[in-house]
């Protein structure tokens, strides 16, 4: 266990008024109790409602999904696996023809299927079947009518919201390229549809387009990306997705993301700099959602005010997160834990931490839990698998898949994001006699 500076790894300069503080980070390397990427599957389906997410996994892969996505398995979702077997595994059966068949299964029987993603896994990246070869070929038989792209959401490679990233940069290549030097917002990191409505409203009343929104609601509505392609990130997990839109030409502005009434007001600001609106007007168009929010937030505020916060590592979400409850909700933060932490789009984030906050990266899961013992916080956020053992230590936890799941970006789902917070202690004090 070292403690290191996280000021360590030089990158491009994120902000350009403040200097980054330097935090403290704790990098732990041990087991790790997070989800694999397939999960990103459950919230992507819903999102681009033309695509299809075929598994190419075991029937561990599949029992994940299923769980993860519960009822929704009985309401013919867009995504199921390609279950390899015995014979695929031991190398009697060539893999590849038996994708061909089950793909044309698939698509025979749903032509309304308009990409279909191909999720590699652990067991089909160890048996090395090279599903980017397979969608290559099958794009030949099936484009234009169905596109087909590969990623890997494998536990090896991926942790959960990073399946989200994974999936997003297999498209980045087939975005189209941008006609003109003209800039263009581009928004990037799935939203729930009401949250992105909310905010294409407030960009048009500030003057700020053209907006485009990826991933899109339909897959094959792609936005184009090249130079003037400005970059606002929704989603604090999309490393390789930028790297990718970057190198297409787009230029990223780094900024807090829209949680909270704060993340939201930056995260708007930084778009509207860009587009030079004047701060009369800009503040004149969130008035009213702030004054909104602001009400909203108070009787929650109140009752996290004060009260102590652990969060473990799971989604990349905990960092803006912690911001928004020890800022906007008055918490105090014992650790805040994160599977990993990316300088060029957390800067912004991390200067907004109180000074002191401990930062750890990456998870030692025992370690971590003797660690949360010790501090007793009022409210513990972490994964499902952690959630009931420690309920059971009479600990309060929030399920951190919840908060990917929800709505919960901007300045109208502001009072929804501390309320789960507010939830679990809740349901304690009324449950104890
Ligand atoms: S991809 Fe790997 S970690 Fe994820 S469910 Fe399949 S076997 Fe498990």
């Known amino acids: 266990m070292a403690l290191q500076p996280c000021t360590e790894i030089p990158t491009a300069k994120t902000s350009p008024s403040a200097p980054v503080q330097a935090l403290p980070v704790l990098k732990e390397r041990g087991q790790r109790e997070v989800f694999c990427g397939l999960t990103g ?55 590849n023809d038996e994708l061909e068949r089950v793909v044309k299964e698939l698509l025979d029987r749903r032509p309304d299927i308009g990409t279909l993603f191909l999720v590699g896994s652990c067991p089909s990246e160890v048996i090395k079947l090279d599903l980017a070869k397979a969608a290559e070929k099958l794009n030949h038989r099936y484009f234009p009518k169905t596109r ?23 498209m980045v290549p087939v975005l189209p390229a941008k006609e003109t030097e003209e800039p263009a917002l581009l928004v990037v990191g799935s939203l729930a549809d009401v949250v992105e409505d909310q905010f294409k409203r407030l960009f048009d009343k500030l003057g700020i387009g053209p907006v485009a929104f990826f991933p899109p609601r339909r897959a094959s509505d792609l936005p184009s990306v090249g130079k003037g392609t400005k970059l606002l990130l929704a989603q604090p997990f999309l490393s390789e997705t930028v790297r990718m839109l970057m190198k297409r030409g787009a230029e990223l502005m780094p900024s807090p993301y829209p949680f909270g009434i704060e993340g939201t007001t930056a995260w708007l600001k930084t778009a509207a700099e860009a587009w030079g609106v004047e701060g009369e007007k800009f503040d004149e168009a969130i008035a009213p959602s702030v004054a909104r929010a602001t009400l909203g937030l108070e009787r929650y505020k109140k009752l996290l005010q004060g009260r102590k916060a652990f969060l473990f590592p799971d989604s990349q979400l905990e960092i803006p997160l912690a911001r928004f409850l020890s800022r906007e909700c008055g918490m105090e933060l014992i650790e805040v834990g994160t599977p990993y932490i ?42 499902l698998g952690l959630a009931n053992p420690l309920e059971a230590e009479g600990l309060s936890t929030k399920w951190s898949i919840e908060l990917v799941f929800s709505p919960l970006h901007g300045y109208d789902q502001a009072a929804d994001l501390a309320e789960l917070f507010v939830r679990s ?6 449950l104890s006699v």
């Open 41 to 95: 599957i459950v919230w992507l389906h819903r999102k681009m409602q033309d695509a299809f997410f075929l598994v190419v996994g075991s029937r561990t892969c599949a029992h994940l999904i299923q769980s993860a996505a519960g009822v929704m398995i009985f309401a013919e979702p867009r995504f199921g696996t390609a279950i390899l077997g015995e014979r695929d595994l031991a190398g009697l059966a060539d893999a």
């Open 148 to 170: 087909v792209l590969n990623y890997s959401g494998s536990g090896i490679e991926t942790t959960f919201t990073q399946g989200e990233d994974a999936c997003l940069g297999s």
């Open 425 to 430: 202690s809740e349901r304690r004090r009324r």
């Open 342 to 383: 990316d300088r060029m789009l957390m800067d912004a984030e991390i200067d907004l931490l109180p000074p002191g906050t401990a930062l750890s990266e990456g998870q030692d899961v025992e370690k971590q839990l003797d660690r949360c013992r010790a501090a007793r916080p009022d409210i513990t956020v972490c994964g």
